[in-house]
């Protein structure tokens, strides 16, 4: 497990802290901050990709192995159509733009959820993207888009039943490691850390069976103020709780 310094110009301890393996972020409040500039909200979800990009360069930096943010998740169709096109499309410039500077950083690129009434040409770039950076080593970048946890849970039970129904696999071999296996994430280890901006305390369907046993971090801190302080921040406060994860110390 890695370790950082804190840097001396953020109030935080001076020990040395530890390093999540797996960062998951719910980016709330880009509406208002737009809002509170009395800008449009689509000024907030631009802001709010820019703050993406920031966040990915940090983790690059501080060396997390992973990092999960909610872009879209399968509750915000029911935001107005011309909301979901500009986020749709903020997601299909942030790829265009990036994807390359990404690999580059040995970053692997990811989507979870559901995948079959996207619009065509974000089927076609998040299939391009994951090809592209499938071989790196980095940062694994994985974008929830689409997602929700209670149906990423029954997605896997599906498979897992299918599985039984071919002979693969026996109704008592069904382990949790198992299980894990048949989820969008796949291979990456449970989150450590949560991150949820702009105040509210939810985990609005956010990777239900990974975040068993995460550590919950809030902020009020708007979304597209985030930037690596901020995450320094949550870092620190995840360094210095106590997690048992069930025994006792
Ligand atoms: C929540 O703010 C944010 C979202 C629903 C979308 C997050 C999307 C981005 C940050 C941009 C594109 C993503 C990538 C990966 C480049 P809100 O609109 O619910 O804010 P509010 O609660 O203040 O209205």
């Known amino acids: 497990m890695g ?3 804190p840097s001396k110009n953020i109030d935080i301890t001076e020990k040395s802290v530890k390093i999540p393996q797996h960062i998951a972020i719910i980016m709330d409040g880009n509406g208002r901050w ?13 802001a709010g990709a820019d703050a993406v990009e920031r966040v990915v360069r940090a983790c690059v930096e501080l060396e997390i192995p992973v990092l999960t943010v909610f872009a879209f998740s399968t509750e915000n169709w029911k935001r107005p159509a011309t909301e ?7 997601l299909l ?12 950083q ?16 974000i089927k076609t770039a998040i299939g391009r993207t994951e090809d592209y950076t499938k071989e790196n080593t980095g940062l694994v970048f994985n974008i929830a888009l689409n997602y929700g946890g209670q149906q990423e849970i ?11 129904v071919a002979g693969e696999c026996s109704v008592e071999e069904i382990t949790k490691e198992r299980f894990a296996a048949c989820l969008y994430t796949e291979g990456v280890p449970e989150v450590d850390l949560m991150i949820r ?50 025994g006792l110390q």
């Open 34 to 46: 737009a809002q509170k500039r009395g800008l449009p909200r689509s000024a907030g979800h631009k």
């Open 197 to 246: 901006t702009s105040g509210e305390q939810r985990i609005s369907n956010f990777l239900l069976w990974q975040m068993a046993y995460a550590e919950l971090y809030f902020t009020e801190t708007y979304w597209p103020d985030f930037d690596k302080d901020a995450l320094l921040r949550a870092i620190d406060a995840y360094g210095n709780r106590e997690r048992r994860l069930g």
């Open 154 to 164: 029954l997605h896997g039970v599906k498979e897992m039943a299918q599985a039984v």
């Open 106 to 121: 040995n970053i692997k690129i990811r989507f979870l959820g559901e995948r079959e009434n996207l619009p065509e040409k």
């Open 3 to 5: 370790y950082y310094m």
């Open 84 to 90: 979901v096109s500009l986020l749709m499309q903020l």
């Open 93 to 104: 410039e942030y790829l265009q733009r990036k994807v390359k500077i990404m690999a580059e």
